[in-house]
């Protein structure tokens, strides 16, 4: 694959600017020509041209003063399109959807223009954030940029954010993340992906899919530029994270469930990675982790919690005659989510924090949890559009692993860990427990030179 110039992290883009050898307008117009030269129109629903250059305007004024507002002053930002921009409509991947033009923007949006970051649009989804392969047959699919002579998935429901990063196009995207939907493009593509953990990033002015398991996180092409942007959100001029060294960090992999079905090369560059790290003084376990096969269990008897509050949020556009134009299979999906009978959701509201507390004792903030971000690189799209048997065990396939951290209230960060004999990306999925994400980005950020080596 092949990375233009602005195929560069945040910090580059900062130095260049900070040094005079470039502008923030600069910058915005070289990404606004990447965005129209790009031979893919799936990537991006709306671009904000005007908008874009009045901000990256105000940008190069306070860089050329010395007074940035942080590090990603004059910085472009691609968002996930069900995050409200003030005056445009939010589609959330639908056909459909249209409650006319938003009157603000979406709080993550605020605090990031806040920053001084610079939306230049808004990418492509999986129809209402609703399935993990990145499939849209609205506003097409985008095309997987590592794809040989046939088209390959993005990967979803972030599909849109995981290519923009992936082609260079912008040096981060911000995405949604409710059973895989920010990691799962990540790895396909071969970006860092970073899912928060519950209230760490506001939602407001987002359209939601699960209002109890949604978190927002950022595609990024390291660790450290997802670090830069989580200090923004959090309203600080400068992160307050730092780089942990890997010796004496533990690790836990677990040996059941997320091995299943486990392709040759993702287990290989897994176990290369961890090999790499136990070198720099990482302390590996390996056990079963009973927890991952009781949420599995509880899924399989009782159905998925997300499917619940996908239908409940949905019930009256099911009901009239527009659900007709829907995505099919995101549909069926949504009406599945309507059997789900009171007294299954009763159970899994009950044994989620069960299932949660009984994690408690592994997360001390130098414990984290290891393996594949998804079992497999990313397939070929043509099978997965023609047949739905295929579509939805391909779906469920790779969400699996994704799925247990978003239940159990996890963050997460999956880090490109090599390719397999195609020359696709494989990812290595690092998580932590809930509110442990500064812990696990200090982690990561140490981390990720031996996983990428691997």
Known sequence: MQVSKQGRSVLQMAAGMASGAETAS???????????????????????????????????????????????????????????FEGETTRAGSAILDDGPAQADA??????????????????????????????????????????????????????????????????????????????????????????????????????????????????????????????????????????????????????????????AVGRNFEVALAR???????????????????????????????????????????????????VRVRQRLQAGGKIDPMSERAIREARPVLIGQMDTFFDGNTFIAFPTVSETAPLLAPLEQDDELFAKTNARMLRNTMIGSFLGWCGVSIPNGVDESGLPTAFLLSGGPGHDGALLSAAMGMEPAIRTG
């Open 277 to 327: 790290l136990q070198e720099l003084g990482v302390v590996v376990e390996r056990r079963s982790l009973r927890v991952f096969d009781d949420v599995s269990s509880l899924g399989s008897r009782h159905g998925l919690l997300v499917s619940i509050e996908a239908f409940q949020l949905h019930r009256e556009r099911l009901a009239t005659s527009s659900a007709k134009q829907m995505d």
């Open 26 to 84: 600069d910058i915005v117009e070289d990404t606004l020509a990447a965005i129209a030269a790009n031979k893919d129109p799936a990537i991006f629903t709306v671009v904000t041209s005007a908008r874009a250059r009045a901000e990256a305007s105000a940008a190069t004024l306070r860089i050329r003063e010395g007074k940035p507002l942080s590090l990603l002053d004059g910085i472009p930002v691609a968002w996930k399109d069900l995050y409200a």
């Open 107 to 264: 709080e993550l949006v605020r605090r990031l223009g806040m920053a001084g970051a610079v939306a230049v649009g808004k990418v492509n989804m999986t129809e209402f954030a609703f399935s993990g392969l990145g499939l849209n047959p609205h506003h097409g699919t985008p095309r997987n940029p590592w794809s040989g002579d046939e088209a390959r998935i993005p990967g979803g429901s972030s599909s849109g954010s995981g290519v923009a990063v992936a082609c260079g196009i912008v040096p981060v995207s911000i995405g949604t993340d409710t059973s895989g939907s920010v990691r799962i493009p990540a790895a396909l593509n071969g970006v860092v992906g970073y899912k928060t953990s519950g209230e760490r990033w506001p939602l407001a002015g987002a359209f939601p899919l699960s209002r109890t398991l949604d978190t927002a996180g950022v595609l990024s092409h390291t660790v450290a530029d997802a670090v830069i942007v989580d200090a923004a959100v959090r309203q600080l001029a400068a992160p307050d994270l730092r780089r942990v060294a890997p010796k004496g960090v533990r690790v836990i992999v677990p040996e059941n469930v997320v091995w299943d079905d486990v392709a040759p």
